[in-house]
């Protein structure tokens, strides 16, 4: 039992001796997980764009060719990125430039971070998105090419809208993943959470109570990342009730429709009670 | 004599080396009501689709007010926006409200602003009956409701003809009135309208013209009197006496 005490003495003391380092750490972990997210969800969106314009035998062979090209390039794009270890996509960015510029141009090392983690993310997200853009049903396409939408606003207005409500759960799993994953980008010496566990471990010896550190404090991260993807989650299911908009009183009582269990409505209707049967006793 | 708004010229369409459209010919006149029967699978919704542009014709021209469509300006979804088209399956944007389905193709492929947007939307919900809940979320409604949110949606496009691709088969029963009212409505105020249908009510009593399919081809056509008291080819009378043995 005293190895417990003596291993939160530790973690304390630790702690109190680090913890800038700690907190530098965790916010570079998260900036680079939450831009890379994003940006990996821009490129994911756009590829899902290209990938899906229709084209039809009788369109130009200049159009078909293009469409071709772009799809190939994707599709190696997302068989590169996808199929080969960040941790050496990352050396392979940052070194690429000087081997071939003769050390005279070098991308920093958080640019590279940044740039290797978002084009890693969009070539999953890529994936994601298309499946996603599958799934929605081929009626919504034609409802807006019928009021004469083209692919793009087609895109942008009704499917990419749902699409990403069906993909957040895994937009969730991609910032996850990448606040964890980051800390591969050690290799080319971006200083993150993981980084600054191993410097302060070089410098006091203290692997076990550092690694217990770090362990709560990517969990407290990554908890955090999912309470707050799953409000995002409800926020886009938007209300549960419409508002009927009418003065006619006869719409009125065909027209509410209850969508599940509303507890805001349950709440003041118990209100409108309580508040009823106070007047009555008061009244009495 | 009226103006013919679409022509259609030896359209055929294969799926493979399944046929399902044979060198169909027919026109459409400015005010038309025409209703498009036959059994299922004879190409009726296939050539409505054609007829949009959903679905690729294979061969044939459509020509839209003298002009044939490949050669319009601003392409296939510049000439979609001047038909309108009413799904079996409503179709109605699962992301937006009531209102924004009917406001969003205004003002983005109109170019309207908002405003305008807004109250040429309210106009048709008004009509159809919808005005009511224009802050609901198409899965919040009924059948019969979606449908004519849906039906609301094409005419604020104020389109040049009405396409209905079998716009009651989804409904149930009860619902099937209340569209079909709508329908009615619109083709009393003039409505250029074609529509598929297994209403043969709908077709004998509110269409001024009955096209008969039947295996790829228009084997009749004619006006409701002619195809229903009197129809010439033995296909059509098969047909219709299916219809009447189930009715009685």
């Known amino acids: ?284 | 004599m009226s103006e013919v708004i679409l022509q259609v010229n030896h359209l055929s369409k294969s799926f493979g080396k399944n046929e399902v459209l044979k060198d169909i010919d027919f026109s459409v006149k400015k005010g038309d009501v025409t209703s498009i029967i036959g059994s299922s699978g004879s190409g009726k919704s296939t050539l409505l689709r054609c007829v949009n542009l959903l679905e690729t014709p294979t061969s044939g021209e459509i020509i839209y007010r003298g002009q044939n469509i490949e050669t319009l300006k601003g392409g296939q979804s510049e000439y979609r926006s001047h038909v309108g088209m009413v799904f079996q399956s409503f179709n109605l944007f699962a992301n937006m409200s009531v209102l924004k389905n009917c406001v969003i193709g205004q003002t983005k492929v109109l170019g309207k602003t908002k405003d305008e947007a807004q109250a040429e939307a309210m106009k048709f919900l008004e009509k159809v009956g919808m005005a009511p809940y224009i802050n609901a979320k198409p899965h919040q409604l009924s059948g019969g409701q979606k449908q004519r949110v849906a039906i609301a949606r094409a005419l604020a496009m104020n389109p040049d003809v009405l396409l209905f691709d079998e716009p009651t088969s989804a409904l149930d029963p009860e619902m099937v009135g209340e569209v079909l009212s709508v329908m009615q409505d619109l083709a009393a105020e003039g409505m250029t309208m074609l529509v598929v249908t297994h209403e043969m009510a709908f077709a004998k009593d509110v269409s001024n013209r009955v096209i008969y399919m039947n295996k790829g081809v228009i084997c009749e056509d004619g006006t409701p009197e002619q195809i229903f008291g009197n129809p010439q080819k033995q296909e059509t009378k098969d047909f219709l006496a299916r219809f009447r043995s189930l009715s009685e």
């Open chain 1, 1 to 284: 039992m005293n190895k417990f005490t003596a291993l939160y003495a530790d973690m304390i003391k630790t702690w109190e001796g680090h913890s800038a380092q700690y907190l530098n750490g965790v916010v570079s972990t998260l900036s680079l997980a939450f831009v890379a997210t994003v940006i990996g969800c821009i490129i994911g969106l756009v590829c899902g764009i290209l990938q899906t314009i229709p084209y039809s035998k009788k369109d130009n062979p200049f159009k078909k060719a293009v469409l071709w090209l772009i799809r190939i390039i994707i599709r190696i794009y997302v068989e590169v990125f996808r199929g080969t270890p960040m941790v050496l996509q990352a050396m392979f960015v940052y070194f690429a430039i000087p081997y071939f510029t003769n050390n005279t141009v070098r991308l920093d090392v958080i640019p590279t971070a940044y740039l290797v983690v978002s084009i890693n993310t969009g070539a999953y997200m890529a994936e994601t998105v298309r499946g996603g853009i599958l799934s929605i049903d081929p009626g919504q396409t034609e409802g807006a090419k019928a009021i004469g939408m083209n692919h793009l606003q087609t895109m942008l207005y009704v499917i990419l809208p749902q699409t990403i409500k069906n993909i957040i759960p895994q937009i969730g799993n991609n910032f996850i993943i990448n606040i964890k994953d980051t800390s591969v980008m050690f290799i080319i010496g971006y200083t993150e959470l993981f980084a600054a566990h191993k410097a302060i471990v070089g410098a006091k010896y203290v692997y076990f109570p550092s690694s217990v550190i770090t362990m709560i404090l990517y969990l407290a991260l990554t908890v955090i990342a999912s309470i707050i993807l799953r409000w995002w989650e409800d926020l886009m299911d938007g209300p549960d009730n419409f508002d009927v908009a009418t003065t006619d009183t006869l719409a009125l009582t065909s027209g509410t429709y209850n969508y599940r269990g509303d507890k805001k409505k349950k709440k003041r209707e118990k209100q409108q009670i309580d508040a009823n049967t106070e007047r009555e006793e008061k009244n009495e």
